[in-house]
C-alpha cells in the first residue's frame, strides 16, 4: 500500500492550528478545520450553523489576516473547510491525517481522542502537537491499533515560517507511521525533522527554554538592562535580531511562562532546574497583561507622538516603568560588526574582556553545559539539539557547533578554571584525543557519537546535494572573491555567489561568463544557486547598489554601459547557451538577482521567495534584461504560435505594473500570479534539498535530449502598450500612489518594455530592447532624484519617495 494525505482534519483553530491547516493547504492537501462549539450560544443561534462555527471560522479568519501572511497564497484557503466538533466529528472519517492541536490539557485531550477513536477510519495517523505532555499519559487505554498510528508532531510557530517539526514516537507506533511522516514532513512540508524523546518539552523548548530563563536570571543578578542583554543576543552570536527579548514578545510571555512551569514541575532531576524559576518581575508583567506583541505591550512596546512618529520604548524591571529604548553597545560587539565570518565574531564577544563580553560567555558555558547534559536523556546525539536549536529559534550555529567555534579544549579549561563541572561524556570525548563535535572530511560531515565514543556520518535526506560538502571534497574548479563553481556531480556544476547579500558586481558578471565556457567544455548543465545560513536569506539582494552609485557620482557613463552591456550579454549566453541552466532561488531574490533566474532556462524555487524587479524604488530600471525576459514570461505562457493571434493588451499592463509598482512576490505561489514563474517552473518546499532538486532538473532536461531555445524576435505592444500604460499613470498620480518622478521613470520603462517607437503587434530583436534598456538606465542614472534615491537606500536601507 502506498500511503498518501490527500484529506487531513486539524482538530483546534488557534494560532498554531490555523498555521498547520495553512501550511498543509499550501501543499495541496484538503484541510477539515474543527473547533468546539461556543459556551455562550443564545437560544435563537443554537441551530444556527453560522453562530456554532463561530469560534473556527474566527480561527480560519485570523490565519487570513495574520502578518506575516501564514498562507503561501490566500487562495489555498479554498482547501479549507470548517466544521465544529459536535456537528461535523464524523468527518474525520474521510481524514488521512488527523491533527490534535487543542489546550494544553491532559484531560481536554484524552476526551477528544476518545471521539476521535470512534470517528476515525482505520490506518488513518493520529498525531498530537502538544508541547509538553507526554503521549504515553495522552493514549493510555486506546485500542491497539490507535496507538499504532498515534505519535507527536511538535510544530514550532509562526508554522509557515519555523523549520523545526519535531517527531515523537509513541512506545507502540509502526515504525512505516513514523516513516511515512518524517518523509511527508521533509519533502512536502519542508520542514527540518528532528527525533525527540517522549521527555517534558521535547528537545528545542527544553533546551531553548532553559537558556532564556538563565539569561533572565543572570541579567537580574547581574544588573543588566533588557537592551544590553538583547544586544549581545543578536546576530554576532549568530541569533536573530530579536534576540531575546523581542523574541519572547513575539512568542509571548503566557508561552513562555507556561513552558517554564512545565519544565520545572515535570523535570525534578535537572541540575538547572532553578533557572527555570522566572524573576519576579515576569509575574508582574503577567498579572499586567503584558504579554509581548498579542497585548501590544510586552518587554518592549511602540508608542505614537502626536505627529504619528514611532517611539520604541523598553521596560525598566526595576520600576515596571516604560522608558525610551537607548540602543546599547559593548566594546566586544563593536569589534564583532568589522569581522567577516560568524566564528571571528563569536571569537570578539565570548573571548572579550568588557562587561558585555563576559556575561555572554557566563550564558554560553552555562548553555554549553546543560545541552551536554541533555544527551542522551532528550535526545541520542548532538545533532537534535543544534538542529532544534537552528530550526526552532533560528540560531546559526546549535549549542555544539557554537562550542566548537570557541574551541572545544580551551571552553572546558576555561570552565574548570571558573569551578564548574564539565559532563562526563565531554571529558571522555577529549580524553580520547577527539577535540571537536563535528569535523569535515573529503566533504563528508561528520559527529561526535557519545554513545559509541566515534564519529558517524551527518545523515542528510537523499535529495539534498550539499555545496560545502563538495567543496570540502576539493570539487570546487574556479574560485574568486564574489563566486564559487563547484562540480555537484554527475557532471553537473554550480556557481554560488558569496558576496555580501549576494550582491552581483562585476567579479559576479564575469565569473558566469567563466563558468558557462567551463561547462561548455566540461558539464552537462549548470545550476545557479546558493546556501545560507538562517530563514528566509538572500539568493540575491540585487545589483551592487554601491558600484552604481560611484559611476554615478563620477559620471562615468561609458563604464557603465560596458558594464550593463556585458552583464545583458552574460544572461543571454545563460539563455541561449548549449546546456541546461537552472535557478534555484530561495528568500530574496530582487533586481539583478531576479533577472539572472529570468534568464536561466527553469526556475527551480524555494516555497518562500521573495522575487522581484524593484529598480525603479531606486530610480532605475532592470537593464539585465529584466524588462524583456518578463514580457517573454508572460508571452511564452500563451498556447504556442498564438502571440500574434492573442490580445496582448490584457498582459501588457500587468507586466509592466510588476516593474513600476517594484511588485515582490511574499512567497513562490504570489511568483507564479506575478508572471516570474511558468508552467515548466517548479517550487520546492524543503530548501536544504533546492540544489539537489535544481540538479535533477538539469539531469531531466539532459535526459529529455535539451536543445537551446531559438533565437527569435519577440512581440511587442510598441505605442499602444505605451499608450495604455501613460493612462494608468495618470489615475495613480490622481489617486496618489506615485510621485511625479514614478512616473517620469515609469513612462520611460513602458517605452523601453513595449519595443520603442514601434506599432502593437511587432516582432523586435532582443538585442534592440536591451540597448533601450542601457540608454534609459544611463539617463535615469543622470538624475539628480536618481542619485538621491541610490544614496538614500545605501545610507538607511530604505527607498526614497522623492
Same mark, same amino acid.
Given at each position: ?5 490527500? =484529506? ?14 495553512? #501550511? ?35 480561527? !480560519? ?112 507506533? !509502526? ?11 521533509? =519533502? ?153 565570518? #560568524? ?33 542522551? /536523556? ?23 557547533? !557554537? ?152 559620471? =562615468? ?208 530583436? /532582443? ?36
Amino acid at each position: 500500500m502506498i500511503r498518501k494525505v490527500r =484529506k487531513a482534519a486539524i482538530i483546534g483553530s488557534g494560532i498554531m492550528g490555523g498555521g498547520i491547516a495553512a #501550511l498543509l493547504a499550501g501543499a495541496g492537501v484538503k484541510v477539515q478545520l474543527l473547533d468546539i462549539v461556543p459556551f455562550d450560544l443564545k437560544d435563537e443561534e443554537k441551530n444556527d450553523p453560522t453562530a456554532r462555527n463561530r469560534i473556527v471560522k474566527a480561527g !480560519l479568519d485570523a490565519a487570513l489576516t495574520s502578518a506575516p501572511s501564514l498562507f503561501f497564497n490566500k487562495k489555498d484557503a479554498g482547501l479549507i473547510s470548517i466544521g465544529n466538533l459536535d456537528d461535523d466529528i464524523e468527518k474525520i472519517s474521510e481524514c488521512d491525517w488527523i491533527i490534535e492541536v487543542v489546550v494544553e490539557n491532559l484531560g481536554i485531550k484524552r476526551d477528544l481522542f476518545t471521539k476521535v477513536e470512534k470517528y476515525r477510519k482505520p490506518g488513518s495517523i493520529v498525531t498530537t502537537n502538544t508541547s509538553g505532555i507526554p503521549l504515553q499519559d495522552i493514549c493510555e487505554g486506546f485500542s491497539k491499533e490507535f496507538k499504532e498510528h498515534f505519535m507527536g508532531t511538535h510544530f514550532f510557530n509562526p508554522v509557515r515560517y519555523m523549520h523545526l517539526l519535531e517527531l515523537i514516537p509513541g512506545s507502540d507506533t !509502526l515504525p512505516e507511521i513514523l516513516e511515512f511522516i518524517a518523509a511527508f514532513g521533509e =519533502k512536502n512540508l519542508g520542514k527540518g525533522i528532528v527525533w525527540a524523546k517522549d521527555t517534558p518539552n521535547f528537545v528545542g523548548n527544553r533546551i531553548g527554554i532553559q537558556g532564556i530563563g538563565a539569561i533572565m536570571k543572570a541579567m537580574v543578578e547581574e544588573g543588566m538592562t533588557i537592551p544590553e542583554v538583547d544586544a549581545i543576543f543578536g546576530p554576532a552570536l549568530g541569533r536573530p535580531r530579536t534576540a531575546i527579548f523581542k523574541t519572547v514578545d513575539l512568542v509571548g510571555l503566557d508561552t513562555v511562562i507556561h513552558v517554564c512551569k512545565n519544565s520545572y514541575e515535570l523535570c525534578p532531576d535537572d541540575e538547572q532546574r532553578e533557572a527555570l524559576i522566572l524573576p519576579e518581575f515576569i509575574g508582574k508583567m503577567a498579572d499586567k497583561n503584558l504579554l509581548g506583541n498579542k497585548t501590544q505591550a510586552g518587554f518592549y512596546k511602540t508608542e505614537l507622538t502626536p505627529k504619528w512618529k514611532k517611539l520604541r520604548k523598553v521596560l525598566n524591571p526595576s520600576t515596571m516603568e516604560y522608558e525610551d529604548l537607548v540602543r546599547p553597545s559593548f566594546p566586544c560587539i563593536d569589534e564583532a560588526k568589522k569581522k567577516t565570518t #560568524l566564528k571571528e565574531k563569536i571569537a570578539c564577544v565570548l573571548k572579550g574582556d568588557d562587561k558585555g563580553a563576559k556575561f555572554a560567555w557566563k550564558m554560553a558555558a552555562n548553555s554549553f553545559l546543560y545541552a551536554a547534559n541533555r544527551v542522551p /536523556e532528550i535526545a541520542d546525539t548532538i545533532i537534535e539539539i543544534d538542529n532544534s536549536m537552528k530550526w526552532g529559534y533560528n540560531f546559526e550555529m546549535g549549542p555544539f557547533e !557554537l562550542w566548537d567555534a570557541y574551541g572545544v579544549k580551551e571552553a572546558v579549561d576555561r570552565i574548570e578554571k571558573e569551578g564548574l563541572d564539565v559532563p562526563s561524556n565531554v571529558k571522555k570525548m577529549l580524553e580520547k584525543g577527539n577535540t571537536c563535535f563535528y569535523k569535515l572530511e573529503n566533504g563528508i560531515k561528520y559527529f561526535y557519537d557519545f554513545a559509541s565514543a566515534s564519529y558517524k556520518e551527518v545523515p542528510v535526506a537523499k535529495n539534498m546535494v550539499s555545496i560545502a560538502a563538495a567543496k570540502g571534497n576539493n570539487k570546487t574548479v574556479m574560485e574568486n572573491n564574489s563566486a564559487s563553481l563547484v562540480d555537484i556531480g554527475d557532471d553537473v556544476f554550480c556557481i554560488e555567489f558569496h558576496t555580501k547579500m549576494n550582491a552581483i558586481n562585476e567579479e559576479i558578471v564575469d565569473s558566469i561568463g567563466v563558468a558557462l565556457d567551463y561547462v561548455d567544455k566540461n558539464g552537462a548543465g549548470l545550476v545557479i544557486g546558493n546556501e545560507a545560513g538562517g530563514m528566509p536569506g538572500a539568493f540575491s539582494a540585487g545589483a551592487d547598489l554601491g558600484f552604481i552609485s560611484k559611476l554615478c557620482h563620477d559620471k =562615468k557613463y561609458a563604464e557603465m554601459d560596458a558594464f550593463l552591456k556585458k552583464a545583458q550579454d552574460g544572461i543571454q549566453k545563460t539563455k541561449y547557451s548549449a546546456f541546461p541552466v537552472v535557478a534555484a532561488p530561495y528568500g530574496m531574490v530582487l533586481g539583478g538577482g531576479c533577472e539572472t533566474c529570468l534568464g536561466a532556462d527553469r526556475i527551480v524555487a524555494h516555497s518562500e521567495l521573495y522575487m522581484g524587479l524593484v529598480e525603479i524604488g531606486v530610480g532605475l530600471l532592470p537593464a539585465g534584461g529584466g524588462t524583456m525576459n518578463l514580457w517573454k514570461k508572460y508571452i511564452n505562457a500563451l498556447p504556442a504560435k498564438t502571440a500574434k493571434d492573442t490580445d496582448l493588451a490584457k498582459f501588457f499592463v500587468p507586466a509592466f505594473m510588476k516593474i513600476g509598482m517594484a511588485a515582490v512576490s511574499m512567497s513562490a505561489a504570489q511568483a507564479v500570479g506575478n508572471g516570474f514563474l511558468g508552467q515548466a517552473d517548479r517550487i520546492v518546499f524543503n530548501r536544504d534539498n533546492l540544489i539537489g532538486e535544481a540538479k535533477k532538473e538539469v539531469l531531466k532536461m539532459v535526459d529529455d535530449g535539451y536543445v537551446p531555445p531559438a533565437r527569435q524576435g519577440l512581440i511587442v505592444m510598441g505605442d499602444a502598450g505605451q499608450g495604455m500604460v501613460n493612462a494608468e499613470i495618470f489615475n495613480m498620480l490622481n489617486g496618489k500612489f506615485m510621485s511625479d518622478y514614478d512616473a517620469f521613470l515609469a513612462k520611460r520603462i513602458a517605452y523601453v518594455m513595449s519595443g520603442g517607437e514601434v506599432k502593437v503587434g511587432s516582432s523586435v530583436d /532582443e538585442d534592440t530592447i536591451l540597448k533601450l534598456e542601457r540608454e534609459a538606465f544611463i539617463d535615469f542614472s543622470k538624475e539628480e532624484k536618481t542619485i538621491a534615491r541610490i544614496d538614500h537606500m545605501l545610507t538607511t536601507g530604505r527607498p526614497l519617495r522623492n
